[in-house]
């Protein structure tokens, strides 16, 4: 196993996490561990993510979350009848708990929002600023939910087969 994370990364519930290979997490990340974590091989977390995982939260192989994103696999939601917070017993909040999955080859772009239930689906690119509420279906390039063009698999899988070789991987 190999884990570089740096002097102020900040990782709560280590015990729940299950780690790969060459996993970088940057420094100024805050991972919140209360229920299981998988991190698979060559995943980067950037600088000033934040990963809450209240319920299940994995990232795939060769996945990327970039600097200033944020994962939720839980949430309060305030649409209906719950109010309050944290500070509230959770008979009166009304709080969606559900998985969070990077499936091989995605990226989140800087700053964007994953919430709860969501799926990325393999080889998906996920631009800047985005806020994610369903799943995305692979190998698409996304602006929030909205799929703006198709991303290159065959390039993508070109090069990964070079690295493959290469690396001896």
Sequence with gaps: MSVTTFEYTKIVGKENIEFGNNIIIDDFVFIYAKNKMKFSNFVHIASFATIIGVDYFEM??????SIGCKVLTATDDFKSWGFGNSTINAKYRNVTKAPVILEK???????????????????????????????????????????????DKKGVFDTYEKFCQENNY
């Design 60 to 65: 795939q192989d060769f996945t990327a979350i």
């Design 105 to 151: 080859f995605s990226i989140v772009g800087a700053n964007a929002v994953i919430l709860p239930g969501v799926t990325i689906g393999e080889g998906v690119a996920v631009g800047a600023g985005s806020i994610v509420t369903k799943d995305l279906a692979p190998w698409g390039v996304y602006i929030g939910n909205k799929r703006v063009k198709e991303r």
